[in-house]
Every structure is written in C-alpha cells, then in structure tokens.
Nanobody, 127 residues
C-alpha cells in the first residue's frame, strides 16, 4: 500500500513562498505520475499541477503557471511543489496523489486514474 504524506504548509503573507513535500511510504513513487490538488472551503477540488514518473513532463493549471513549480527527487522518494508569489486565493488544503500510470494523462485535471490520496497540508495566505 502506497501511503502519501504531505508537509510544508503554513500561514504566509501575500507574495510569500512555501515548499510543499509529498513523501511516500510503503513503496516507490518512481513508477507513478504525481499530482497536486487543492480544495478551498466551500469550493470544489481544483487541480494544481502534475509531474510524470520520469519528471520530463510537468503540467500546471493556468492560475498557478509561472508561480508554482513541481519537481521530484527519486532518491528521497519525494515530490515537491514550490509555491511563489502566493495570493489569498491560493488558500486551500493541498493534497498529493499518485496516478496508477507513469504519465499525467489528458484528463489529469479531473483526477482520472489518480488513486492514492494523501491527507493534505493547509496553506493559508493572509496578511
């Protein structure tokens, strides 16, 4: 059983930065595309970013392009999401999830075939 655990969330002022981590136990992340999704109170879940198993393909939702960067470190069995220039509208609970395929797929924003979800880490952007 692949278990994912997120960390790195917190309270940050607008314009600030955070680095979220998605660590795995019970198996290697090396074979899976990994996605980050977020859910704000009262809103639907939103896709944020996805990285292929080899790290050669990275995808972002339009609202975070140029501000967020996804990466992976195979040696540490961890996927990162670097958040820059944070805005109040980025406030949400961020969760990572593994897709049971090596690529993100055409429907990654709908979380198609993403099967192992972490519990999430809270990001709050406020002055």
């Amino acid at each position: 059983q692949l278990d994912l655990v997120e960390s790195g969330g917190g309270l940050v002022q607008p314009g600030g930065s955070l680095r979220l981590s998605c660590s795995a136990s019970g198996g290697s992340l090396a074979y899976f595309a990994i996605g980050w999704f977020r859910r704000a109170p009262g809103k639907e879940r939103e896709a944020v970013s996805c990285v292929s198993s080899r790290g050669d393909t990275t995808l972002y939702t339009e609202s975070v392009k140029g501000r967020f960067t996804i990466s992976r470190d195979s040696a540490k069995n961890t996927v990162y999401l670097q958040l820059h220039d944070l805005k109040p509208e980025d406030t949400a609970r961020y969760s990572c999830v593994a897709r049971n395929l090596p690529d993100c797929g055409l429907y990654w924003t709908a979380a198609k075939d993403f099967i192992n979800w972490g519990m999430g880490t809270q990001v709050t952007v406020s002055s």
